[in-house]
């Protein structure tokens, strides 16, 4: 089992920047990757980007390149996710994933999960 907690969301002003942790622990060991997902309201869940846990190769949504970026402290079993330029379409709820191995077939199936951190962005 590995358990999740997020933090860093809050307010912010559009143009604005929020990072974001997600703070893992139980077995990190046997971790593949971590993702960001999203979820604004009367929407659904959306994937923002991942990291591969090892490696530290990343990749994100359309939404995200150019202003978010995932960065990995392996020493803290952190996984950040760095938002700038924020917009108030970026509002939602962010949690964080992780699964021991990717599952072909289904990209955004994972494991474990956060309890979510709100973040707003207002215009």
């Known amino acids: 089992q590995v358990q999740l907690v997020e933090s860093g969301g809050g307010l912010v002003q559009a143009g604005g920047s929020l990072r974001l942790s997600c703070v893992a622990s139980?077995?990190?060991?046997?971790?593949?990757?971590m993702g960001w997902f999203r979820q604004a309201p009367g929407k659904e869940r959306e994937f923002v980007g991942g990291?591969?846990?090892?490696?530290?190769?990343?990749n994100y949504a359309d939404s995200a390149k150019g202003r978010f970026t995932i960065s990995r402290e392996r020493a803290k079993n952190t996984v950040y996710l760095q938002m700038n330029n924020l917009k108030p379409e970026d509002t939602a709820v962010y949690s964080c994933?992780?699964?021991?191995?990717?599952?072909?077939?289904?990209?955004?199936?994972?494991?474990?999960w956060g309890q979510g951190t709100q973040v707003t962005v207002s215009a």
């Open positions: 990291i591969i846990w090892s490696g530290g190769s990343t």
């Open positions: 994933a992780a699964r021991a191995r990717f599952y072909r077939g289904t990209p955004d199936r994972y494991d474990y």
């Open positions: 139980g077995r990190t060991f046997s971790m593949y990757d």
